[in-house]
């Protein structure tokens, strides 16, 4: 009895003892754990930006449309039929070359008998010249004879109008577009025959508010971009309409384009951008330092602080807001909320937080740009 209760007394210890070893190594587990959780995470690395002064042009944008500085639809004025057709679709044409021709062979004939009554009228009216510096028949029968030749002149006259008509003609110098009549076709009158339009120099029509007016004046150099991203033309403002739309209470201006290449057609949709004479100065911060957020908008500025535990120096972000204004290129500018010189976090703003420790490494930072053209890969 007293030997079996010995061997309990002895298990009891050996469990005990297990049970202590197993707590005391879960303690020093614990302890380890709480002793690294003390310490503070490696510094988050940043790329950074200098908030800086810049020169930016002063800018009027508005959405514009083309019009050619002379545009028609060659149209017949007569009708008669086609018997020469003698453009090609899609060339430059000079002002005078022959576009179509329309049967004339009836009034050449009447021109030539026309012109021949003209002759034997002339010839009646200087015997009766002759006749009457002889005194021989009255001043009457001579203003008779005056009046028969200016009515064959004026006949003659008229036939020859009816065949330049039937002759078209380019009004100016211009591309033609699609050829609209064949040949043998009979036209009537105001028939459309082509389109022509005159396409360098261009007009760029476009609308800002009246509020603007007193910024524009001719002269004032505007660009105009059109579907290509790459292709910027400047130009010149030529006109200001005088009277304000009342419904929109907006001012039609005209700027003359620059347009050999030809790229530019009219009827197309531009984007026109008004350089003011005047630049501003702003505080711009690459765009992608802000962190963007319905209730407002912040940056992470870069700041020295010194560690409490070992009293050296590092770099901690705070969180600022700040109102921003108008957005150029890679920029931003920031209308308060920064001063000149401070540094901001450039890249992956949305991954920190106030208060963090960071490290500044620039080596892989991006270049920011006012006028970025990214590479056609």
């Given amino acids: 009895m007293k030997k079996k209760i010995i061997i309990i007394m002895i298990s009891v210890l050996m469990l005990m003892l297990v049970v202590a070893f197993l707590g005391g190594v879960k303690v020093l587990q614990i302890e380890r754990m709480t002793a690294q959780a003390r310490q503070s995470p490696p510094p988050e690395i940043v790329t950074t930006a200098v908030v800086e002064k810049q020169t930016w042009e002063s800018l009027l944008t508005a959405v514009g449309s083309l019009q050619a500085v002379q545009g028609v639809t060659v149209t017949a004025e007569l009708t008669g039929k086609v018997v020469n057709i003698a453009f090609k679709p899609g060339t430059m044409v000079q002002a005078g070359d022959l576009l179509v021709k329309q049967d004339i062979s009836t009034e050449e004939a009447q021109l030539r008998a026309a012109e021949a009554e003209a002759a034997l009228a002339k010839i009646n009216l200087e015997r009766r010249r002759e006749l009457l510096e002889r005194k021989i028949i009255s001043k009457s029968e001579y203003d008779n004879a005056e009046t028969q030749y200016k009515q064959t002149m004026a006949q003659a006259d008229n036939i020859r109008t009816i065949i330049a008509k039937k002759t078209i003609r380019a009004p100016f110098a ?46 004032l150099t505007v660009r105009v971009t059109s579907d290509d991203p790459g292709e910027v033309i400047e130009g010149k403002i030529t006109a200001i309409n005088p009277q304000v739309d009342a419904a929109t209470r907006n001012i039609r201006i005209q700027a003359t384009v620059a347009n050999p290449q030809e790229h530019l057609r009219p009827g197309m949709f531009v984007k026109v951008t008004v350089v003011l004479p005047t630049p501003n100065e702003v505080l711009a911060i690459p765009a992608t330092a802000v962190l963007y957020a319905p209730y407002s908008d912040s940056v992470y500025v870069v700041e020295d602080q010194m560690n409490r535990g070992s009293g050296q120096p590092i770099k901690v972000v705070r969180q600022q807001f700040a109102r921003l204004g108008e957005k150029r290129g890679d920029f931003v500018s920031v209308v308060s909320g920064l001063k000149e010189g401070d540094t901001v976090v450039s890249t992956g703003v949305f991954k920190y937080r106030n208060g963090q420790e960071v490290a500044v490494d620039n080596t892989l930072a991006p270049e920011f740009k006012l006028r970025p053209r990214p590479e056609d890969n």
Avoid: M
């Fill in 174 to 219: 211009g591309r033609l577009g699609i050829r609209l009549v064949n040949l043998g076709q009979v036209l009537n009158e105001g028939q459309a025959i082509v389109s022509l339009q005159s396409l360098d120099p261009i007009f760029a029509d476009f609308l800002l508010p009246q509020q603007e007016l007193p910024k524009i004046r001719p002269a």
